[in-house]
């Protein structure tokens, strides 16, 4: 994952890492709407990679799905943005083919019912679209079983595929995150087995 204007810092990356999956994925999304004003917009996402845009809408489709569900999501206004775009494509591409799958299922639906569902609505009117469209039910459960699963295969694909802007030498910044990533416990050492000599003041790490 090339972040091209998007700044990570390593110590939050292992700060997070060393608190669990959402939010090592945090500190990403974080990033990369702070580089996009926290809007994201045709303009804004012509300044991102694929990944990028990719990772925030995973960002949204967790929040939204397992907050009020796809019919929730469709009735705030993002059904075109999953259903129109190549989603399903990209996270398939990502290795997760159960989820561009369901994604799949969910646009069939999508297409029958968004234009209603999208529709304004009273607080009552928008409850009542839950027992109305109950068909998207089942998918709203497949979504919730597997959602631990599918951030973790999240987290891992971000893990695999960060790189650096050209011109930078991640030496051993990101084994030393990785390390922390995957660690299975962490602990304190109070002696110095490593001494770093900064040489190079535009290091990567200055940032």
């Given at each position: 994952m090339i972040m091209g204007k998007v700044i990570v810092k390593d110590s939050d990356l292992i700060k997070a890492a060393n608190v669990g999956t959402d939010e090592f994925l945090q500190v990403f999304i974080n990033?990369?709407?702070?580089?996009?004003?926290?809007?994201?917009?045709?303009?804004?996402?012509?300044?991102?990679?694929?990944?990028?845009?990719?990772?925030?809408?995973?960002?949204?489709?967790?929040?939204?799905?397992?907050?009020?569900?796809?019919?929730?999501?469709?009735?705030?206004?993002?059904?075109?943005?999953?259903?129109?775009?190549?989603?399903?494509?990209?996270?398939?591409?990502?290795?997760?083919?159960?989820?561009?799958?369901?994604?799949y299922n969910v646009h069939s639906l999508y297409v029958k019912y968004g234009s209603e569902i999208e529709k304004d609505c009273t607080d009552d009117e928008f409850m009542a679209l839950f027992e109305k469209y109950s068909e998207f039910d089942d998918m709203d459960d497949a979504f919730v079983e597997n959602e631990e699963q599918w951030t973790d295969m999240i987290a891992e694909y971000v893990d695999n595929n960060i790189s650096f802007p050209a011109g930078y030498g991640m030496g051993e910044d990101m084994t030393m995150m990785m390390l922390f990533a995957n660690a299975r416990k962490v602990a304190y050492v109070p002696r110095a087995f490593y001494h770093y000599v900064k040489l190079n003041t535009g290091a990567f790490s200055q940032t």
């Amino acid at each position: 994952m090339i972040m091209g204007k998007v700044i990570v810092k390593d110590s939050d990356l292992i700060k997070a890492a060393n608190v669990g999956t959402d939010e090592f994925l945090q500190v990403f999304i974080n990033s990369i709407n702070d580089a996009i004003g926290g809007e994201l917009t045709s303009e804004s996402m012509s300044t991102l990679n694929s990944d990028q845009i990719t990772l925030l809408a995973w960002n949204i489709l967790h929040e939204e799905v397992m907050d009020g569900g796809f019919v929730q999501l469709i009735h705030n206004g993002y059904g075109p943005f999953f259903f129109k775009n190549p989603f399903a494509k990209a996270i398939k591409l990502w290795g997760m083919r159960d989820l561009s799958k369901l994604v799949y299922n969910v646009h069939s639906l999508y297409v029958k019912y968004g234009s209603e569902i999208e529709k304004d609505c009273t607080d009552d009117e928008f409850m009542a679209l839950f027992e109305k469209y109950s068909e998207f039910d089942d998918m709203d459960d497949a979504f919730v079983e597997n959602e631990e699963q599918w951030t973790d295969m999240i987290a891992e694909y971000v893990d695999n595929n960060i790189s650096f802007p050209a011109g930078y030498g991640m030496g051993e910044d990101m084994t030393m995150m990785m390390l922390f990533a995957n660690a299975r416990k962490v602990a304190y050492v109070p002696r110095a087995f490593y001494h770093y000599v900064k040489l190079n003041t535009g290091a990567f790490s200055q940032t």
